[in-house]
T-cell receptor, first 111, second 113 residues
């Protein structure tokens, strides 16, 4: 059974701080996606990484795929209250269209 | 372009009843996937339909079933509801290829009493 473990589960920080969320697995994934979900809404895709060692930047968010394609990280620089939400990593590509989701990281950024 | 539409938004049922949830994908999208989201288990894959055929299935009991119509709209049915079926049920659509971007709906919040 493929599993993705996310850490930390909860994160409460002040505006302006930096943070990193980790997503780890013992399995290799063809691709790794990061989503953000707000209360009452479905997840929205932020980025997809497919190459081992790949780094992608989206404004203040930096995503990295591990060399062995088993882990990934999301780094947010100078967090803002608008970054508050549930961040989910999802591994895909190994079983057709099925995505394996991590448990999520609940981020709260206080002004 | 309208997003993925799920109805109803909220549903309250009692144990033993059955329920049908509906999902209208983005126009032109032929693949529809269903996921169950709970605080304890997170997001878990139920099944995926493409061109009216189920092409992938998760590890859920047979009480969970689905179908897709010729216009790509999909329905999910849960029979003999159990308390543990209380969850947010999310539908996601994509054009068709496995590597294409998934677009999620806002979900149907099901409460089983």
């Amino acid at each position: 059974t493929q599993l993705l473990e996310q850490s930390p589960q909860f994160l409460s920080i002040q505006e302006g701080e930096n943070l990193t969320v980790y997503c780890n697995s013992s399995s290799v994934f063809s691709s790794l996606q990061w989503y953000r979900q707000e209360p009452g809404e479905g997840p929205v895709l932020l980025v997809t990484v497919v190459t081992g060692g790949e780094v992608k930047k989206l404004k203040r968010l930096t995503f990295q795929f591990g060399d062995a394609r088993k882990d990934s990280s999301l780094h947010i620089t100078a967090a803002q209250p608008g970054d508050t939400g549930l961040y989910l990593c999802a591994g895909g590509g190994n079983q057709g269209g099925k995505l394996i989701f991590g448990q999520g990281t609940e981020l709260s950024v206080k002004p | 372009k309208a997003g993925v539409t799920q109805t109803p938004r909220y549903l309250i049922k009692t144990r033993g009843q059955q329920v049908t949830l509906s999902c209208s994908p983005i126009s032109g999208h032929r693949s529809v996937s269903w996921y169950q989201q709970t605080p304890g288990q997170g997001l878990q894959f139920l099944f995926e339909y493409f061109s009216e055929t189920q092409r992938n299935k998760g590890n859920f009991p047979g009480r969970f079933s689905g179908r897709q119509f010729s216009n790509s709209r999909s329905e999910m049915n849960v029979s003999t509801l159990e308390l543990g079926d209380s969850a947010l049920y999310l539908c996601a659509s994509r054009l068709g290829g496995f590597s294409e971007k998934l677009f999620f709906g806002s979900g149907t919040q099901l409460s089983v009493l």
